[in-house]
């Protein structure tokens, strides 16, 4: 297949994005497919359109090529008006599919979604309306409360109606403050006390105009893809310190992941069903991840769901794959083939 690896952007998971696209892309290759990876804010100016997809492609060549512009997003975002960069929708139209390795805003949000199904450009990946449910905190835990999913009590709070009072929210501490659309635990604050929650609304608050303000729950943290409608096995993530922010997920040797995860059968069949159900909330296709609390006494919570999780070769789905037998490239393969289900 002619593949176009849609990576990078402009959100703060750019960096995991780039380190996805590229595992993702060589995985391909390896498969025989003639993939390229292209980030979607930079583009390419100099594209050879009588081989755009060549038989030999230099994987890690492309990738230092988008970690160029690292420094100059910010200022290429003030003098820009499209999103898309120089070539990309001409060659995403060339493409069989186009496998997105996208993370957070403009790419995860379903904007990108929207903009591809009025071209007729097929995308790995749930659609637009599920993309942007998904994405928002607020709306995936209304959804999740509606159809009796357990999830922590909270509500979304835009900036205009901030309260520094949680007994306004009818809630005590602790609490998790964190950015409504947000991704990979950017802007996520634990807090014990008035002076830390202040604290964390400004942090949360500079990052976008609306948070979610919830319950904390104290125990273990787990992760379960749903792909096809399918739950694959349980992960555990035990963080060394702390819980698993942004440092924690991406440093090496500073989370044990252990997958299978450690529990009954009973358990292990119960945070399975709850994933697919949640999956099924959402209306999400294709592919996506769930991801747990449970406290000691073995009651769960849906915390969220992410519609283009973390595809780097270590990453959680990858590492539940294995399980089952599935090698990193076999499952990038399979994620196309399940994705191509919503075109048939």
């Given at each position: 297949m002619k593949i176009v690896v849609l990576a990078g952007g402009t959100s703060t998971e750019r960096e995991i994005s780039v380190?996805?696209?590229?595992?993702?892309?060589?995985?391909?290759?390896?498969?025989?497919?003639?993939?390229?990876?292209?980030?979607?804010?930079?583009?390419?100016?100099?594209v050879d359109w009588d081989n755009a997809f060549p038989e030999e492609y230099d994987?890690?060549?492309?990738?230092?090529?988008m970690r160029s512009f690292d420094e100059k997003i910010e200022d290429m975002k003030q003098k820009r008006r499209s999103f898309f960069?120089?070539?990309?929708?001409?060659?995403?139209?060339?493409?069989?599919?186009?496998?997105?390795?996208?993370?957070?805003?403009?790419?995860?949000?379903?904007?990108?979604?929207a903009a591809f199904d009025l071209m007729g450009i097929k995308y790995t990946g749930t659609g637009y309306l599920?993309?942007?449910?998904?994405?928002?905190?607020g709306i995936t835990k209304q959804l999740f409360m509606m159809n009796n999913i357990p999830t922590p009590k909270g509500v979304a709070m835009p900036v205009t109606a901030a309260s520094r009072n949680l007994k306004d929210l009818g809630m005590e501490f602790p609490v998790v403050v964190k950015t409504c659309?947000?991704?990979?635990?950017?802007?996520?604050?634990?807090?014990?006390?008035?002076?830390?929650?202040?604290?964390a609304l400004d942090n949360a608050y500079s990052y976008e105009n609306e948070v979610v303000v919830e319950e904390y729950i104290k125990g273990r943290e787990f992760s379960v893809a749903v792909v096809d409608g399918e739950a694959y096995?349980?992960?555990?993530?035990?963080?060394?310190?702390?819980?698993?922010?942004?440092?924690?997920?991406?440093?090496?040797?500073?989370?044990?992941?252990?997958?299978?995860?450690e529990l009954s059968p009973e358990l292990t069949e119960r945070m399975q069903r709850f994933a697919v159900e949640?999956?099924?909330?959402?209306?999400?296709?294709?592919?996506?991840?769930?991801?747990?609390?449970?406290?000691e006494n073995g009651d769960m919570f849906c915390l969220e769901?992410?519609?283009?999780?973390?595809?780097?070769?270590?990453?959680?789905?990858?590492?539940?794959?294995?399980?089952?037998?599935?090698?990193?490239?076999?499952?990038?393969?399979?994620?196309?083939?399940?994705?191509?289900?919503?075109?048939?």
């Open positions: 380190v996805s696209g590229t595992g993702i892309c060589q995985a391909l290759r390896q498969k025989g497919h003639r993939a390229v990876l292209m980030d979607v804010f930079c583009g390419m100016e100099d994987v890690e060549k492309a990738a230092s090529y960069g120089p070539n990309v929708l001409k060659l995403c139209e060339l493409a069989d599919i186009v496998f997105l390795g996208l993370h957070g805003a403009n790419g995860e949000d379903g904007k990108l979604q599920s993309s942007a449910m998904a994405m928002d905190k659309c947000g991704g990979s635990s950017v802007g996520v604050y634990i807090t014990g006390n008035q002076k830390e929650y202040e604290e096995p349980v992960i555990e993530i035990a963080p060394l310190e702390g819980f698993y922010d942004y440092k924690n997920k991406y440093q090496a040797g500073s989370t044990v992941e252990t997958c299978p995860a949640a999956a099924k909330a959402l209306s999400l296709e294709g592919y996506c991840r769930l991801d747990f609390m449970m406290r769901a992410n519609t283009l999780p973390g595809m780097t070769p270590t990453s959680l789905i990858p590492q539940e794959a294995q399980v089952l037998g599935m090698d990193y490239p076999t499952l990038c393969e399979e994620l196309i083939k399940v994705s191509m289900k919503k075109y048939a």
